[in-house]
């Protein structure tokens, strides 16, 4: 450090003021000392303001585990990889990311559980702590394996300023890990004194090697020629190759489970319905009786049926029983079962009902719909055959000529009713696959006047089904059949 006399004679001489913030580069804070919470405060700040830019209120929980995983936890991840942030910082940075994914409720599974891997029970998001130390040890991995990259030398020559010398533990004497008397010379052999060009001499050796180690070194062949140097092996991985991935599983244990978590986010269902799943695995569903369990001033019971306590049971076996068998009030032995029943639209609106079938021969499908008025009118009904690779991509067609139709005879305002929950998923979140058609759907949604699209069950929805299933039949035209009357 220089005295303040010096300081000062300098700043006289050339006219400069001292300065303490030395700025960035790369993006990353110049320091010279030890660095400080104040220091990383840059990475909290990117994280709120990216939290400021979305519409928290409106996002789902499998929304928000998404983007806590591709955003907030990879926002830190430069910083993390050259230096060990304070661990103010890192609490921090776990405390944005849990708070964003549990928004203003109750958090329902420890931090720890989350952060654990899918299969074992969390989310596979990552602690800030141990994510750090896993990154930092990946870049001595690579200055341990690029000691010749200019880089690696620089580093070297630091640090050994400091007494600090680079380089991977040497393996330990052939006498530290053997009991029992060796024969002379014994003490100092290496790997490749039991190699004859050709084949393992194993006569060398005056003790016995296990078989399967037998067995595995004689699939190994070695050349001399090729005056290689043993290199480091990442025992984690199988292939010897280092990965965070694998550290950080080994700096942060996994918990011991009973249940099977894997096959949760195996299913081929949509996002929120696998994080449903994964909190009644948990037994955290937020039930009127978990909530109250757990300090929430809320009535326990069901309220629905008012008989029992709402627990994750009683809402999965006894609600729904309830609710298929209504007791009759005239006479509470006998029951009545609940029909699902096509609802009509507002006053003045219109609805549409679209439905796709897929039919045996590969690649033949058909496409169906009906829209009626407020009093059950039939408006206009229509149907044909098309090819496609999927019924859910029957379904979408069916889904945008109906809208195609309404649009040219004029019948709006609407509301449309389809039996395919992925339509409604894909209509948020196009995947790759169906972007294009996708598109097309909502720029005629938005044509109509983006009306409301409702989810149907499928007995709510058998107009549109059957059509769908005549047109499989049909000879397919470009233009689809349209029907006036029923």
Not at 215 to 225: E, H, M, T, V, Y
Not at 253 to 265: D, E, G, K, L, V
Not at 440 to 449: H, I, N, P, Q, Y
Request: glycine fraction near 6%; include cysteine.
């Amino acid at each position: 450090m220089v005295n303040s006399i010096s300081q000062h004679l300098v700043q006289d001489c050339f006219r400069i003021t001292p300065s303490s913030d030395f700025g960035k580069y790369l993006g990353f804070p110049i320091l010279n000392r030890n660095p400080r919470a104040a220091d990383f405060h840059y990475i909290l700040d990117k994280m709120r303001k990216k939290l400021s830019s979305w519409k928290v209120n409106f996002l789902t929980t499998a929304r928000r585990i998404t983007l806590a995983k591709s955003t907030l936890n990879a926002i830190p991840a430069y910083a993390m990889q050259y230096v060990q942030l304070p661990m103010k910082i890192c609490n921090t940075i776990d405390k944005i990311q849990r708070d964003f994914l549990w928004g203003s409720t109750t958090h329902y599974i420890a931090w720890e559980k989350v952060t654990s891997p899918k299969d074992c029970g969390g989310l596979g998001l990552q602690k800030a702590d141990t994510k750090n130390k896993a990154l930092l040890t990946g870049l001595a991995w690579r200055l341990i394996m690029n000691q010749s990259s200019l880089w690696a030398k620089t580093l070297i020559m630091k640090l050994l300023m400091f007494g600090i010398t680079v380089g991977y533990p040497t393996p330990p004497a052939l006498r530290t890990i053997l009991q029992g008397p060796l024969n002379q010379g014994e003490d100092h052999l290496t790997v490749s004194s039991l190699w004859n060009d050709t084949s393992w001499d194993w006569s060398k050796i005056s003790f016995n090697i296990p078989p399967d180690i037998v067995q595995k070194a004689s699939k190994i062949q070695l050349n001399r020629n090729l005056g290689e140097w043993d290199i480091p092996y990442w025992s984690c991985n199988s292939n010897g190759i280092f990965t965070t991935k694998s550290l950080y599983g080994i700096l942060n244990p996994n918990p011991n489970i009973t249940f099977p978590f894997a096959w949760i986010w195996k299913l081929h269902t949509i996002e929120k319905h696998k994080v449903l799943l994964w909190l009644w695995a948990q037994g955290r569903l937020p039930t009127h009786a978990y909530l109250h369990h757990i300090g929430i001033d809320i009535d326990p019971l069901c309220p629905v049926c008012s008989l029992a306590h709402e627990t994750i049971e009683h809402v999965f076996l006894e609600t729904i029983e309830y609710i298929t068998h209504i007791q009759s009030p005239s006479n509470p032995d006998a029951t009545t079962s609940i029909d699902i029943q096509w609802f009509l639209p507002p006053l003045g609106f219109y609805k549409l009902n679209t439905d796709g079938s897929l039919s045996k021969n590969k690649g033949i499908g058909g496409i169906g719909g009906i829209i009626r008025n407020s009093s059950e009118g039939w408006m206009v009904g229509f149907h044909n055959q098309t090819h496609c690779h999927s019924h859910t991509m029957s379904e979408i067609e069916a889904f945008l000529t109906g809208l195609h139709i309404t649009f040219t005879h004029n019948l709006f305002p609407l509301e449309v009713g389809i039996d395919s929950l992925e339509i409604l998923q894909f209509l948020e979140d196009s995947p790759p696959t169906y972007s294009s058609i996708i598109m097309s759907c909502r720029s005629m949604l938005k044509k109509l006047g983006n009306p409301t699209v409702r989810y149907n069950f499928r007995q709510a929805n058998m107009v549109a089904d059957v059509l769908s299933k005549i047109g499989a039949k049909l000879t397919m035209t470009n233009q689809p059949q349209i029907l006036l009357s029923p």
